[in-house]
């Protein structure tokens, strides 16, 4: 019998986002069909271990999510947030890769975008890069898009 869960098959890199936790970029298999996944890790007293903030790509997303982000310079341009690309993910859901602001950083923010009839928002889903590391994260996307298309 097939499983219904997601089996984490190549963890391909990671970096800290603060002191008790960090970004993972893995690529899993759900269903039968591999994706890539972005997920915040926390390593704490009580808990350690994926948190809900994360996004999982499908080879075309992730297509989609490396030619916008390969086409950003090595240092953001000005301090303004601004949308780069929308992905739709399955109706109502879209993946929204945009710029972001917050607390006087820059970051890249990965977050799904709902709208169906009872909400239209940001969804709890996403997670944010920081700026500096956009080469890093563009090698493990890269990296990621390989294992998910073989």
Not at 19 to 37: P, Q, T
Not at 43 to 72: C, M, Q, R
Request: proline share 5%; glycine share 8%; aromatic share 10%.
């Amino acid at each position: 019998m097939e499983s219904r869960e997601f089996k984490p098959l190549k963890e391909v890199g990671a970096f800290p986002i603060s002191d008790s936790s960090e970004l993972k970029f893995y690529v899993d298999e759900y269903k039968g069909y591999k994706y890539g996944s972005i997920r915040t890790f926390v390593k704490g007293g009580n808990y350690s271990g994926p948190t809900k903030s994360g996004v999982t790509l499908n080879s075309s997303i992730l297509e989609g999510v490396i030619s916008a982000l390969a086409k950003l310079p090595a240092q953001p341009d000005a301090l303004e947030e601004k949308e780069l690309a929308r992905f739709p993910k399955k109706l109502g859901i879209e993946l929204v890769l945009r710029i972001t602001i917050f607390r006087d950083s820059t970051g890249i923010d990965l977050r799904e975008w709902v709208e169906d009839h009872d909400y239209k928002g940001w969804s709890k889903k996403g997670v944010r890069i920081p700026y500096k590391e956009l080469a890093k994260a563009l090698d493990f996307l890269k990296e990621m898009r390989q294992l998910v298309a073989a």
